[in-house]
Nanobody
């Protein structure tokens, strides 16, 4: 499986962005994969932002609850992260990942390249 993330950019505080992550070479197994978005800000550790299981169960880190929405399209082999009410502290490189458990961030083993999200105040 290969993952390709896109959709990052520069946005003002309070604005919105939609990240996409498309999987290739996943065959018929994409729908079974748990998927997740991680982020890493300068000088900070990478953190799990949102995850979605193969069954559609979602999990969010507390700081984005009510503002971010993770979803998936198993026909298009794509995952999305809708980010609303963005704050400067959301500034980070965002990575998509697959193949783990949304309850165990360290379990994800398939990674896409990062996409930079910058939120200006």
């Amino acid at each position: 499986v290969q993952l390709q993330a896109s959709g990052g950019g520069l946005v003002q505080s309070g604005g919105s962005l939609r990240l996409s992550c498309t999987a290739s070479r996943s065959g018929q197994y994409f729908s079974a994969y748990a998927l997740a978005w991680f982020r890493q800000a300068p000088g900070k550790e990478r953190e799990l932002v949102a995850g979605i299981s193969g069954a559609g169960i979602t999990k969010y880190t507390d700081s984005v609850k009510g503002r971010f929405t993770i979803s998936r399209d198993n026909v298009e082999n794509t995952m999305f992260l809708q980010m609303d009410s963005l704050k400067p502290e959301d500034t980070a490189v965002y990575y998509c990942a697959a193949g783990g458990s949304i309850y165990s961030p360290a379990s994800f083993g398939i990674w896409g390249q990062g996409t930079l999200v910058t939120v200006s105040s």
